[in-house]
């Protein structure tokens, strides 16, 4: 009984994100309309011909939605992999190692994670310097380094004793081999669900940032919600369409993260 | 003045019975151990009598008197009467028994403050004599501790002193001395066994160590996967074990002692 | 009373610490300021002349120790780009911000609490999934859509308030308090659904703990089991999660300003980092990174009051 339920949570996140991740691959290969030249009339209500109808320069907002999940995407995937990557190698050699730079280390990303990610994005961004193109992606993956490297140290501080472990040493297997070959694989359990939830923060704050337009980004969905913000009376449709997608996609990604929380309570 | 007669007991979420058709009797004043290894059913037999066993996940059976009175089918409302105020219960970890962020004394007097109208007081001074009379060296200061302050031992003459504050007739004894040194084991003993001679209070004592049960018990009944496979006397039973799985029980006694957890 | 004191001197220590690493981490990146004020074409006694007014001329730790000096005593230096007074600049800002980010937070404490305990009672009942879906959904909506639509449906429809135009919070507190509170909510929301999804979990692994067995066998009722050992023994995690809630609610607070036309510390951060404008950009920082500290540290005092056993520990 219990396991349908589980399996209601993954089955509907993946289904959603599944969707939203085809539609982003379509729009990468073809959309219907250039998202940046004019098609029609402005402020076209959805319709046939414009599926979230049209901005204030009659751009097809379909089209334009399409791009900007790809935009947003690139930036969360980007964001995650820089922070789950370089946090799991923080998080694992000081989980594994343990000792006095894994005590100072931890202190150090206790405090990082006790300041609010926009916050510090927002200070790395303007260290940076806003006018690059690459400080945003930059930025949020400093700041998810600290969140994974706390995941995946505890994973791994716990699994250090382990028998499977002592016995790989003993056999002469070196500390790299352990760490990537015995270790990786097995914190999977606690890293799936940290990924999600990583990938959910980044796909905000992405927008977030974008939304106030802090550095040159392309159309990405915040910074069409902001543009949108302007013609919410005009052209609400356009306010609508691009919010919802953006509630979607991590929503979708945020029920697959319960799911997989709910298995591992489970077993 | 407990009977159980035909008890079943079944979880939900196991294909076997917890306990299967066990029937037992505790006369006034008597110590009757329950012994078993993990998992035989014994525990769940004594968290059924203080109704503490989950309704919603498992179906009961049997019945349950205490005093002629229905434990098995009562309702929640006349259960939580007789829970605490006929029947008290001591539990195997007394550090995780206790609730960590109330006092030592206010936990000891909570029965008092649910059943009694009592006064702070009142609850006070009857709590103080209960501590005293489990041996807590200066009570007054236990009173004021909060359990993370106090050692196991102590935790669990005050636990004994929160069961007895308000002379229950029945007392449920859940692996009370497993968790503590082989000393304080034998302390802890020795206070439950002078409870019951003062106070003629009933008790039912669970272990799964059969030479901690002789020290303490008249009768002795064997579980064995849900059932109950031997009763009697606790000599008669030690010396006559007349079941297999007693036989082994017996022989499985270490020779110094175990303190594995059941 | 003595861990009471611990926890302060170390507030302190971080608080120094984090406003080093701003100071340092700013002066070098921000080159040369006066050079980039006056442009290249500025004559060398010119640029002379305005580092010294901006004190750019002094070592490094003299610098820093002026800044911080300063920093107590309201003199937080000059904005390059308005060339005014920073604490000029930021001090109606700062109310607007700290009023509307306590208001949010008063809402998710009001709000969360009796629900996450609430919501104890679904667990396994038929429509628990229903509930967890739409925490999800809450938590997937970002604030500034929200915002939106609020800002659109009561600001310009029903016209409750007038976005962008925040009345002054001296004079027309409780005018302020209504238009702040529109924004306070959409911050709110997701934060509302995290953390009750943080306590209905508090108050399941609690309940399933042997204490509440103890509880029930001296014949608690299910009422008096929670409230006289569940909640407070829930409460202490609550404190800390709520206390990580009030140091996002300034992250949320910066986008949603932004939505709301809401003239407070985010907005002008924003505004300041396109600026360049290091001088207000590390001293909203540090402001703010002091508030995050600051209520990490209440926490922390908090839960040493109710948890005896955190007084030992030592731990921070």
Redesign the interface.
Known sequence: MKKQ?LN??LV?GILITALLLLLTVYGAIHTPYSPTAYTGAKFEAPSAAHLFGTDKLGRDIFSRVLKGMGTTLSVALATVAIGAVAGTAVGAATGYFGGLVDDALMRIND?LT??????MA??V???L??EHKYSLILALGIVFIPSFARVTRTAFASLRDVNYITSARLMGAGNLRILLVHLLPNTGRVLLPALTIGF?NAV?AE??MS??R?TPLETSL?YM??E??GM??AA?WY?LST?IV??????GV??IG?GLQQRNKEA | MLEIRDLHVKFHSRDREAVSGVSLRIEDGEILGLVGESGSGKSVTAMSV?G?LPRKQCTLSGDILLDGQDLLHAD?ALL??????K???V?Q?PM???????RVGEQVG??LR??TGLDKEERKRLVLQAMESVELQDPEAVYRK?P??LSGGMLQRA?IA?AIVIEPQLLLLDEPTTALDVTIQAQILELLKKLNRERGISMLFISHNLNVVRKLCSRVAVMQKGKLVETGATEDVFFHPQHPYTKKLIEAIPTRHGKETA | MKYTLKRIGLLLI?MLLVSFL?FL??S??SGDPAQTKLGTEATPERLAALRHEWGLDQPFFVRYFRWLAGFFSGNLGVSYHYSKPVWDLIASKVEVTLCMCLLSFVIITLVSIPLGIWSYRWVGGPF??LR??FN??C????P??TG??VS?GFG?VLRVFVPGDVPDLHTQFGAAVKHLFFAAVCIAIPRIAMTIRMMRSTVISEMN???V?????????RH?VLT??VL??SLVSTITFLG?TM??????S??VE??FGIPGLGRF??AS??Y?DYPV?QTI?VI??FW??LV?TIADLLNQH????LR?GGKT
């Open positions: 339920k209601g949570y509907a405090a006790a300041f609010p990610s926009i916050l927002l200070l961004i303007s260290l310097g806003p959910n905000l927008a977030s939304f106030l802090i915040g919600l902001s949108a913000q919410l009376s609400p306010a919010g953006i509630a979607l996609l991590v929503f945020g029920l319960e | 203080a503490l929640r939580r009467q007789i829970q605490g105020k029947i008290g219960v539990f970890e995780s028994a206790m609730d960590p962020l109330m909570e029965v649910i059943h909060y993370h302050e636990m929160a | 971080t701003t981490a700013f070098l990146v628990d999934w967890t879906a999800q959904l938590m997937a909506v970002p500034f859509f939106m639509l659109y310009i703990k042997s204490y067995r103890t509880a029930i066998s001296r014949g608690n009722d008096a006289k050992h407070k023994n990580q140091a996002e609610i300034i992250g949320g910066i986008v932004q939505v951060l924003v980092i396109g360049r950009v920082v703010l990174a995050v500290v990490g109710i948890d005896p056993r030992l």
